[in-house]
């Protein structure tokens, strides 16, 4: 007997698609071949995908091939081959969407009252349609079939009749559909799948009903217990091909198999299979409510890849009174909206519309380089707080993450992440970035950061106090916990360390040897991990601008946390409402700092990222620029525009912009210098063709701000289009903006607006502006940045003064175009 042994290459786990492409390997020789998990002293038959998925195995575990038989030799060869290679390109498991956050609801949709029940969103997106609910399958009328001789000969029919069902369908599918119906098929073409029932029928006499639910059983309970969320997900899969089965078997006693749809409907259950999802007609399916549910539940990914949006935390139960009637599912704001009213009902109309075209938008400019006028590659990546939003976050076009804040894991629980937990979240992130760089800053907890079960005392000023790497030799198995997780996941993409708060280089060098220390126990003990690991610091604490040049002996990166950097420096808490607006980074002192910092950096070949919240204010961005900063790391939805500017700038003009900043005496100078430095965004004109709409349909003051200031962020010029929505309202609150003759002038001077604009609306038919004014046909929408010099008053009232002529009202009114109204008011009007 020969035998192979190794540790499991597979992120995550051995599922079933991994399972199946092993056990085709194996089931090419005539030797018998064992597959042997040591960590749990499992054993299975490496020609069964099944009995390989229930050793339990996940990733680094030490597992063992054993080979006996003729050809055992040449296997062997073979199968090592594989093993070392191959092997690790048959797990892919798609990444899930960002995890998303509630958006407060707008002004405009609250006015409308419309009734309202809070859900988790899963999958994002707006769907309207009738609420219907789908029972979950229950299997107990299948137990009542008395045992029969014929047993047997029906399972081998029905086990051929399902897999010819399977291989129809996929002959018609393609992407995740294809690759989860083709593991559905891999388990029902098992040995050990059809083997456990028929020795079920064999040796303890049970009906073939009772065989197929009690096999379900005992594989859903051993995938229960798995460490891995992944391998508890399957749950679902074993439990789908289990119903499938018994359907076939008992046609007579199967519910329907499909759940036709014939109007636009909203789907709730208690969970849904992979394949009752795909017998569904996505073209009528708005919407899933899933009672229960993971976020790498077949169902789901199958729901996203179809964009059909998702939300759970509503169980079916409290839903009953609502089934039948309309209602929408609302992922933006994570509602679900019950018996909307008209008004109600044309808000998401507009909302959708709007939707549709800025997801088109979004997806034109993400992938689109970050390299300056002058061809200067610059990276742009993101700060993230968990494995979730990477995917979104690369979506909006991310370069890497730049800064992974490890301490969101360590929150709002009783104790600590164990290892395993972390290595599959920091191995999800890994995975979603598909080789881009992924920096982990290690655990910035204590402090402003209460953890209760760490038990350190109340401080009077957390922020300066005990906290991030000074707390780490006294929690050291808890740092090193976080090191072998982090240095496990980096085996499966690009990971870098990067640790918080350093003050002295003493404190890097006890990191380094801890590191040395746990890649050590690792390699002791046989576990998958990388041996390259970059290690940088947060420069935050000012103490280490002066001796910069040591660190660089010591670290490979550098990433300025202007956050903390900025209150440091100044000595000023900018949580204090009575120190705080002493609290900015432009200044000289602030710059000069930064300056200092990168040229020292560059000297000695090391890179400096800035990963504070300056990093993605665009106004900013020629100055950080000019400074020689290497990366740009911010919020997802930050990135698209910040890469559109990048664009418009020659990297020589803006060194020269920073080389005078740096020589000015106060933060104001600094700003008149960015006043004056030639926008390199090109400029958008306050009236333009693409904010001019003739005949939308438009039916109130409401549905009016929404549209116009949705309107306003598929063109780029907001990213903030509710918060915008909510400044226009602020001002009405105060006095109604229509100024009579059929015309309404909403305006507000906002920092949401990234372009100062004029937008025009030529409504269908005319609507209550709510004020005395009489109803409104034209509606003049004006927005002005926080920082734009133009007056807006006097904006407003050339406008005003404009419409008062008669003349010019009835020709604005006779424009049958936007062309026509551009020209018009481009005639008439100069600001």
Not at 695 to 723: H, W, Y
Request: charged content about 20%; some cysteine; proline content about 5%.
């Amino acid at each position: 007997m020969l035998s192979i042994e190794f540790c499991c290459p597979l992120p995550n786990g051995l599922h079933a698609r991994p399972a199946w492409a092993l056990k085709e390997q194996c089931s090419a020789w005539r030797s018998d071949i064992r597959f042997i998990n040591k960590r749990l002293n499992t054993h299975a038959d490496a020609k069964s995908s099944l009995a390989l998925i229930s050793t339990g195995t996940l990733f680094n575990d030490s597992c063992v091939l054993e080979i006996s038989g003729s050809d055992e030799e040449q296997a062997r060869r073979v199968l090592e081959h594989y093993l070392t290679v191959a092997f690790i390109d048959s797990d892919s498991i798609p990444s899930g969407d960002a995890p998303h956050i509630a958006h407060p609801l707008p002004r405009s949709l609250v006015r409308l009252n419309p009734q309202l029940r809070q859900a988790i969103t899963l999958a994002s997106g707006i769907g309207t349609g009738t609420l219907r609910r789908l029972q979950s399958d229950n299997l107990e009328r299948y137990r009542q079939n008395p045992a029969s001789a014929e047993d047997i000969t029906r399972l081998e029919h029905s086990l051929a009749t399902l897999a010819e069902q399977l291989n129809q369908r996929l002959r018609g599918l393609d992407g995740e559909s294809k690759t989860i119906i083709s593991a559905h098929l891999s388990l029902i073409q098992d040995d050990e799948f059809g083997g456990n029932i028929r020795r079920l029928i064999a040796e303890e006499r049970l009906s073939l009903a009772n065989a197929i639910i009690r096999n379900m059983e005992q594989i859903c309970d051993k995938l229960s217990l798995s460490a891995s969320d992944y391998l508890r997900e399957r749950v679902s899969d074993i439990r789908d091909i289990s119903e499938q089965l018994l359907s076939i078997t008992w046609p007579e006693l199967s519910q329907t198999t499909t759940f036709a749809l014939e109007t636009p409907t909203i789907l709730a259950t208690e969970d849904l299979t992979p394949s009752q999802f795909l017998s569904l007609d996505t073209r009528k399916l708005q919407g899933l409510i899933l009672e229960k549910t993971g976020r790498t539940s077949h169902t789901l990914i199958l729901a996203r890849a179809a964009s059909v949006p998702v939300m759970s935390g509503l169980s079916v139960a409290s839903l009953t009174a609502d089934i039948g009637k309309e209602v929408i599912l609302d992922g933006v704001c994570s509602v679900l909206v019950v018996e909307p009213d008209e008004a109600v009902s044309h808000y998401y109309s507009v909302a959708q519309r709007l939707a549709d075209k800025r997801h088109q938008q979004q997806i034109k400019h993400a992938g689109l380089p970050a390299v300056t006028r002058d061809n200067v590659p610059v990276a742009i990546a993101a700060n993230i707080g968990s494995a979730l939003e990477a995917p979104g976050a690369f979506a909006n076009g991310a370069q890497g993450v730049g800064l992974f804040r490890t301490e969101m894991l360590y929150m709002d629980r009783d104790a600590a992440p164990d290892e395993q937990e972390q290595f599959e979240a920091y191995q999800q992130v890994l995975l979603s970035a598909e080789g881009k760089p992924v920096i982990f800053r290690t655990m910035d907890i204590g402090g402003d950061k209460q953890i209760p079960w760490l038990n350190i005392p109340q401080e009077e000023n957390p922020f300066l106090g005990y906290r991030a790497v000074r707390i780490y030799p006294e929690f050291v198995e808890l740092f090193r916990t976080q090191l072998r997780a982090i240095l496990r996941a980096g085996a499966s993409g690009n990971a870098l360390l990067m640790i918080p708060m350093v003050h002295s280089l003493d404190q890097i060098l006890w990191v380094k040897q801890e590191l040395r220390n746990v890649q050590e126990a690792l390699k002791a003990q046989g576990l998958r991990h990388t041996s390259h690991l970059p290690l940088g610091i947060m420069v935050e604490v000012p103490s280490v601008c002066f001796i910069i040049d040591h660190f660089c002996d010591e670290v490979d990166f550098f990433s300025i946390g202007s956050n903390d950097m900025t209150q440091y420096l100044y000595a000023v808490d900018r949580n204090n409402p009575r120190v705080s607006p002493l609290y900015n980074p432009i200044t000289p002192s602030f710059l000069r700092m930064v300056r200092q910092i990168v040229t020292a950096a560059h000297r000695h070949g090391k890179w400096v990222g800035i990963c504070g919240e300056l990093a993605g204010e665009c106004r900013y961005l020629p100055l950080l620029l000019g400074l020689g900063i290497d990366e740009f790391s911010m919020s997802g939805p930050r990135i698209p525009p910040v890469k559109t500017q990048l664009r418009q700038l020659e990297s020589l003009a803006c060194q020269a912009l920073a080389d005078n900043a740096c020589e000015c005496r106060s933060a104001e100078e600094i700003e008149e210098l960015l006043t004056e430095f030639t926008p390199q965004e090109p400029a958008r004109p306050l009236l333009a063709l693409e904010n001019i709409v003739v005949n939308e349909p438009l039916t109130s003051k409401e549905q009016v701000l929404q549209f116009m200031c949705g309107n306003l962020a598929i063109q780029g010029r907001t990213d903030n289009p509710l918060e915008l929505e909510e400044d226009l309202w602020q001002r009405e609150e105060i006095v109604t903006t229509a100024v009579g003759f059929g015309v309404a002038i909403p305006h507000t001077k906002s920092a949401w607006i990234r372009h100062s604009s004029i937008s025009i609306a030529r409504l269908e038919k005319p609507i209550d502006w709510e004020s005395d004014m009489g109803e409104i046909e034209l509606v003049i929408m004006l927005t002005l940045g926080a920082q734009e010099g133009i007056n807006h008053v006097k904006v407003f009232s050339q406008l005003a003064r404009k419409l008062v002529n008669k003349a010019f009202r009835a020709s604005l009114f006779a424009a049958n175009s936007p062309q026509q109204i551009l020209d018009l008011l481009n005639a008439e009007l100069s600001f």
